[in-house]
């Protein structure tokens, strides 16, 4: 499966953006999503994950609150919604897909998209 993410941008602190990631190659509606984030220098970060009937979602604490993970297994496409967003949420984000359970465990995701940029001014 490839995936695509987008969405990304420069945003004020206290601002929103909503990240897309597209699925292509082969169906996803069994997968579990992900969405990680990694600075220079630092290991990439789990965010949040989503089972595959959009039945559980799974947060990070340091993003608890304000950002919103959800799917359209119909498009093929997870979205990350980013509320509040502070300068430490500056990353590159990425999506990726696991058929292991509901987890932050980064070794569970097989599949990876290119990731997007997310900057935050203060």
């Known amino acids: 499966v490839q995936l695509q993410a987008s969405g990304g941008g420069l945003v004020q602190a206290g601002g929103s953006l909503r990240l897309s990631c597209a699925a292509s190659?082969?169906?996803?509606?069994?997968?579990?999503m992900g969405w990680f984030r990694q600075t220079p220098g630092k290991e990439r970060e789990f965010v949040a994950a989503?089972?595959?009937?959009?039945?559980?979602?799974y947060y990070a604490d340091s993003v608890k609150g304000r950002f919103t993970i959800s799917r359209d297994n119909a498009k093929s496409t997870v979205y990350l919604q980013t509320d509040s967003l502070k300068p430490e949420d500056t990353a590159v984000y990425y999506c990726?897909?696991?058929?292991?359970?509901?987890?932050?465990?980064?070794?569970?995701?097989?599949?990876w998209g290119q990731g997007t940029q997310v900057t935050v001014s203060s």
């Open positions: 990726a897909a696991s058929n292991r359970g509901l987890t932050s465990n980064r070794g569970s995701y097989f599949y």
């Open positions: 989503i089972s595959p009937s959009s039945v559980s979602e």
């Open positions: 190659g082969r169906s996803i509606s069994t997968s579990v």
